[in-house]
């Protein structure tokens, strides 16, 4: 075997998985990043590390991803699901599927993900700089540092979501530009902080999920998902919820309960302050007076909650959507179609998926076609 020199840039979920594979191989891999290795792990799942979601079939698997999805389905017939598992065994960490198929360690601890896989490298060069420029020279690429100059005849760029990502020069690559996803919504709407309300429907999206609002606007897992669908829509966009399906008529509730408050009818059915606030000036009326018109207006309000979309939670974005135009990649291995041995994976890629451990799959997935296809390369 002819030992391999590779520079790895960002050492993040995909550059420190791509840098294994590299490594048990017997390939030599410098890992350069400007911050601490893998610290880019810790905070997911809130600390608790969503590794992979639950979806064997590589298909459903890709469709969790609002870019990427065609891409994928040449990466995850390669590295799937299975493969993940098998993975975290190999670096001795156990998982479980929590009951919304989340994939988690048993420890519940992103620093074991982080420790075991820093374990399992810990032979690499890794060099506390920042990646500046890369230039093609000859066969291999004159890589610039903060620091210092190198030359590789393989580079793997994985320097992660673009918000974050500090931009390399030199290479001539179509980036997308990145925007925010998986991230709360600014809405007109911003007196109702604190209150959620659970399985509401979006007509936009046609997904059911809890919603939150904030002093912002919106936030909760369906927004997030609407976030990540919609987040290269320009902004403002209008969205129209059903905040609660399955209520039954309102003429019948107000039948039911003529001698109550609609205020109080309503809170059944929702949080009391939330209650009060879309029966508005008519809360304090009772059943009996509330005539077709107000009861039209408030089911209305129910059934098609319209709020008006004006921009992200900035700075809350997890991951963003944008990066390198996957167009310019070739999906089998990951390889530049432009620049030959040279390899993009991870979140630098234009490929984001919604939350539940689809992006950490995105990672370890392009990390590992990208090394095998380095191993396999005969220059
Ligand atoms: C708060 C939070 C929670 C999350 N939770 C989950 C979750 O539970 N499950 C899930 O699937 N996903 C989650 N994600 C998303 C997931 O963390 C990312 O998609 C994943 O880390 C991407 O891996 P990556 O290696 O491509 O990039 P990153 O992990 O972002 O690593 C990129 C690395 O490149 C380095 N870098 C950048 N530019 C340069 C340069 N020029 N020179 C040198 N180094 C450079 C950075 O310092 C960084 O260390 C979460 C994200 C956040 C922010």
């Known amino acids: 075997m002819v030992k391999k020199s590779i520079g790895i840039v960002g050492a993040g979920a995909a550059g420190c998985v791509c840098a294994y594979y590299l490594l048990k191989a017997g390939h030599e891999v410098t890992l350069f990043d400007y911050g601490s290795p893998l610290r880019t792990i810790l905070p997911t799942g809130g600390g608790r590390c969503n590794l992979a979601h639950a979806e064997f079939d590589n298909r459903e698997l890709a469709a969790n991803y609002p870019r990427g999805e065609k891409f994928l389905y ?20 156990e998982t479980y599927v929590q009951d919304n198929g989340r994939i988690f360690p048993k420890s519940n601890d992103s620093r074991e993900v982080r420790n075991k896989i820093l374990d399992k490298i810990k032979g690499i060069n890794f060099s506390k700089e920042c990646v500046n420029s890369l230039n093609k020279i000859d066969s291999g690429f004159a890589l610039k540092t903060d620091k210092s100059e190198y030359y590789f005849p393989f580079v793997v760029i994985s320097n992660g979501g673009g918000m974050k990502a500090k931009h390399i020069n030199g290479i001539n690559h179509n980036i997308i530009t990145p925007l925010p996803s998986l991230v709360g919504l600014k809405a007109n709407i911003t007196n109702l902080s604190g209150i959620v309300i659970k399985n509401v429907y979006s007509y936009d999206c046609n997904i059911k999920d809890d919603v939150l609002f904030t002093h912002f606007g919106l936030s909760g897992p369906l927004i997030y998902r609407i976030s990540s669908i919609k987040a290269r829509d320009s902004m403002p966009y209008k969205l129209i919820f059903d ?30 302050r939330f209650a009060e606030y879309i029966s508005a000036e008519h809360s304090n009326k009772k059943g009996y007076e509330i005539n077709g018109q107000i009861r039209n207006l408030i089911s209305n309000k129910i059934h098609n909650f319209e709020v008006e979309i004006f921009g992200t939670d900035k700075g809350e974005e997890t991951v963003t959507s944008g990066g390198y135009d996957l167009d310019e990649i070739n999906s089998k291995t990951m390889e530049s179609k432009i620049y030959p041995n040279l390899y993009i994976i991870g979140e ?28 396999n390369n005969n220059l």
């Open 74 to 93: 040449s990466v995850f017939s390669k590295f799937s699901t299975y493969d993940t598992l098998a993975l975290f065994e190999e670096l001795g960490i």
């Open 243 to 272: 905040l609660y399906p399955a209520m039954p008529d309102l003429q019948q509730l107000l039948n039911e309960n003529s001698k109550k408050e609609l205020k109080n009818i309503l809170s059944k059915f929702f949080p009391h």
């Open 348 to 375: 630098a890629l234009n490929i984001d998926g919604f939350c539940g451990g689809f992006n950490l799959q995105n990672a370890w997935s392009t990390a590992y076609v990208a090394a095998s296809s380095i191993i």
